[in-house]
């Protein structure tokens, strides 16, 4: 998991102090790879046992693990080709989802009345289409929301036993991050898919998964590619995952 997925998880958590450690290490990597705590604490105008707390929330010992992770997290494998890239981001994009726990997810998902999947754009819309006709087979309706003024007229209609997932490549669409704070307050859990960067909708959203960034490749027709396929991999590990969950209830069931 990257840095920035970790601070995602935690954000709610974060004090002042946090906020403070975490924008000048997001905006100074290099340099924070080898800082000492001190002079850290002194840059971002924190106690030592601030930035020690900082370190402890992402689930590290102390400071000099928190420094360790950052510099691997920086030293991505060189890349040769676009071939060679675009692999290695559907590689990682399988990894991360094999990894992560997703019982909870589907444990929400089973309360749920109803499931509504909003998202805006050409690549959203087909992520959300995907969805519905994955999980359909399963015997689980979502409801993709329309964008525009329906998707606003929708949200007094839910309520906080249904859940909604939120589609953003960047995380930061200003309707996304609207319509979660929105149904926030209504106590409606929420999950967001996003590009894995820090990003405001995965602060708003009790469930995060993330697809790692791809490079923008150049077509012969001189057009900027980025492929989507990673989030497509995503939704379709994150149903079989959903299968295995339900295996492992009924086994449970019949043992009981």
């Not at 290695?88 to 999947?117: H, T, W």
């Not at 819309?125 to 964008?147: L, N, Q, T, W």
């Amino acid at each position: 998991m990257s840095l920035e997925a970790l601070v995602n998880e935690n954000y709610k958590s974060f004090s002042e102090s946090d906020l403070a450690v975490w924008k000048y290490l997001s905006g100074h990597r290099a340099e924070c790879e080898n800082i000492a705590i001190k002079k850290l604490a002194q840059k971002c105008c924190v106690s030592h046992s601030a930035v020690m707390r900082f370190a402890q929330k992402l689930g590290f010992k102390g400071f000099a693990e928190l420094k360790l992770y950052l510099k691997m997290d920086g030293q991505k494998m060189p890349l040769h080709s676009e071939l060679k890239h675009i692999c290695s981001l559907y590689q990682r994009v399988m990894d991360s989802m094999c990894e992560k726990n997703c019982d909870p997810i589907f444990e929400a998902l089973g309360r749920a009345r109803q499931v509504y999947i909003f998202g805006e754009g050409m690549v959203q819309a087909s992520i959300k289409k995907e969805f519905k006709r994955i999980f359909m087979s399963a015997g689980r309706m979502f409801y993709d929301v329309p964008s525009g003024l329906e998707m606003y007229n929708l949200i007094p209609l839910i309520g906080n036993g249904d859940f909604c997932i939120l589609v953003s490549v960047s995380g930061q669409n200003k309707k996304m991050v609207e319509t979660a704070e929105k149904l926030r307050i209504i106590g409606v859990p929420l999950m967001s898919i996003t590009k894995n960067r820090e990003n405001t909708l995965a602060h708003l959203c009790d469930f995060n998964l993330y697809v790692d960034e791809s490079n923008l490749f150049e077509t012969p027709m001189h057009w900027q590619y980025e492929s989507t396929t990673a989030y497509f991999i995503l939704i379709d590990i994150l149903f079989f995952k959903y299968l295995e969950y339900h295996q492992r209830k009924e086994a449970d069931h019949e043992s009981g």
